[in-house]
C-alpha cells in the first residue's frame, strides 16, 4: 500500500494544493496526517476543504491544542496572534461547527495495524506531542524511538523532512506541507510503500506570492511568516 504523509500544513492552502496534485499523479489514495491543520497562515477553512474528498487519517498537532485552548481564552489567543500571527483568529472566526467539531475530534496520537506491521503516528515524539526530533538529534533519542516497536514512526512539528532507520524502526518526518524550515522553499510531504518499505521525499513548487503578500499585508510586525516561506 502507498501512503501519501503530510503534516503542519498550517492554514496555507495554496501549498496543499500542490501537494495533492503530485498525490493525484502519483496514485496514491491513502492520505495520513500527523497534525497542525491550522496555525501561522489564513486559509483554514480552505485546507479542510480540500482534505473532503480524501480518505485521511489523521491526528491533532500543538496547534491544534492551542485552538482549543483558544476558544475561551481570549487573554492566550492574544498572546499567540502577537507570537504566531492571526492564523488561530481565523480559524476561530471562519472554520464550519462541522469542521471544528472535526478537529476537537482528533486523536493525540494513533496506532495503525497493517498487514501484522504497526505504524504510529504522534506530533512530536512518541511520548510527549510538543517535542521536537531534529535530523540531527542525539542517537540516544532514535534508539528510545525505536525501543517502542512500531515499524514506521511518523512525526511531524520540526518543519524537517527526515528519514532515520534505527534497528527495525523507520521514522519519518515528511516536513512541513504549509512552511518548510530547512531552507528549500516548497510544500514538502513524503511517500510510503509499505510493501516495499521505500520512503521518498517530495517537495512541490507552487506560487509563493498570494501568501506573502497576505503575510506582510497582514503582519509587517512578523516578517518571519513570509520569509521563513521563501528562504535558501
Not at 472566526?93 to 493525540?108: F, V
Not at 533519542?141 to 520540526?158: E, K, L, N
Amino acid at each position: 500500500m502507498k501512503l501519501a504523509l503530510l503534516s503542519d500544513i498550517h492554514g496555507n492552502h495554496f501549498a496543499l494544493q500542490a501537494v495533492l496534485d503530485s498525490i493525484k499523479q502519483n496514485e496514491v489514495e491513502n492520505l495520513i496526517v500527523t497534525g497542525d491543520f491550522v496555525g501561522y497562515y489564513f486559509w483554514p477553512r480552505e485546507v479542510l476543504e480540500l482534505f473532503q474528498p480524501w480518505n485521511v487519517i489523521a491526528i491533532r498537532g500543538n496547534h491544534e491544542e492551542m485552538f482549543f485552548k483558544a476558544v475561551d481564552d481570549a487573554e492566550f489567543l492574544d498572546s499567540v496572534n502577537a507570537k504566531y500571527g492571526e492564523g488561530l483568529q481565523v480559524a476561530l472566526e471562519t472554520l464550519t461547527d462541522e469542521q471544528k467539531d472535526w478537529l476537537t475530534g482528533l486523536p493525540e496520537s494513533l496506532v495503525i495495524d497493517l498487514a501484522a506491521k504497526k505504524i504510529l503516528l504522534c506530533h512530536g515524539s512518541p511520548w510527549n506531542p510538543d517535542e521536537y526530533i531534529y535530523p540531527d538529534a542525539q542517537d540516544e533519542v532514535f534508539d528510545r524511538c525505536a525501543d517502542t516497536g512500531y515499524d514506521w514512526i511518523i512525526m511531524g512539528h520540526t518543519h524537517y523532512p527526515m528519514v532515520r532507520q534505527t534497528r527495525n524502526t523507520t521514522i519519518i518526518n515528511p516536513g512541513s506541507v504549509g512552511q518548510p524550515r530547512n531552507r528549500q522553499p516548497g510544500a514538502h510531504w513524503a511517500l510510503l510503500d509499505t510493501k516495499s518499505h521505500e520512503v521518498n521525499l517530495f517537495c512541490e513548487k507552487y506560487d509563493l506570492t498570494p501568501v506573502i503578500q497576505a503575510c506582510r499585508k497582514r503582519h509587517p510586525d512578523l516578517p518571519y511568516l513570509a520569509n521563513v516561506l521563501e528562504r535558501t
